[in-house]
């Protein structure tokens, strides 16, 4: 068992009642200013961020420290998983939890990892702007996890972690699934697709969901990308046409398996 952080989105209740709700309460180890923080076993990291609406990433904890003294224990990391490397490495620090920030130097750390690498034998280059922690769509565009690393040091309720982020929000299938499908409505709302994935997870794990008001068809769609039977149902022939219409075209680009109806 590991400890894993997840950074919460911008509604943090919602997010972490969804977290829960998929890994169980009796693995939670705390909540705190910006992460849940889990003890789980090994499991597929991207499988389940890509199922996370709520969650912007996911993080592996790899020390446990009393005070915000990390410049060692990066020091560590870094040599021991960059000693073999080659290329150009992108890397990235992100702090969350601290509400006063001016506790810790992040450019002093920036710097410090750049000096880092570059005793390796490495070129590198950090993607935070202005010293300031990185947005998550540009550690995803920059494939800073595939890459290098994003380090975050994480203020928890009595001591302090640091992590690797091993997981992020794919920010481009999410942009596919809103505005590439077929058939949007924006008189009738728009449900996103990430609120619909939590609204499906604190339905707990039925092998099927029913939606009786499926509009456009984003929680039948996001059903099924979830390995679920959907079933969706609306008053109006135009939401079923949407539905039905979205439904093959999800089939079509993530080729999905399961079943579903819409009547």
């Not at 339905?203 to 059903?223: H, R, S, V, W």
Request: a positive charge; one cysteine or more.
């Amino acid at each position: 068992m590991n400890l894993y952080a997840f950074e919460l989105g911008r509604k943090k209740e919602l997010s972490t009642a969804e977290l829960i709700s998929v890994l169980g309460e009796e693995n939670l180890v705390e909540k705190n200013l910006d992460t849940v923080i889990f003890k789980l076993k090994d499991f597929a990291p991207q499988d389940l961020q890509d199922r996370l609406g709520g969650t912007i990433k996911i993080i592996e904890i790899f020390e446990t420290l009393p005070n915000l003294d990390v410049k060692d224990k990066i020091k560590e990391h870094l040599e021991e998983n960059f000693k073999d490397s080659s290329g150009k490495i992108p890397f990235s620090i992100s702090i969350l939890s601290i509400k006063n920030l001016r506790q810790i130097n992040i450019k002093d750390l920036l710097n410090y990892s750049k000096k880092i690498l570059k005793s390796l034998g490495l070129n590198s280059r950090f993607v935070n702007k202005n010293f300031k922690n990185t947005r998550p769509s540009t550690i995803f565009k920059a494939k800073v996890i595939q890459k290098g690393i994003d380090i975050n040091i994480i203020q928890g309720n009595k001591e302090m972690f640091l992590g690797k982020t091993i997981a992020i929000q794919n920010i481009n299938d999410y942009s596919k699934r809103d505005f590439d499908k077929p058939k949007r409505d924006m008189k009738v709302g728009m449900l996103p697709p990430k609120l619909s994935q939590i609204l499906i997870n604190l339905a707990g794990n039925p092998k099927t969901i029913y939606d009786p008001f499926c509009g456009t068809g984003t929680i039948l769609m996001e059903g099924l990308l979830m390995g679920k039977d959907v079933v969706g149902s609306d008053i109006s022939d135009r939401m079923v046409k949407y539905s039905k219409e979205n439904t093959k075209w999800l089939e079509s680009e993530f080729n999905t398996k399961n079943s579903y109806k819409i009547f």
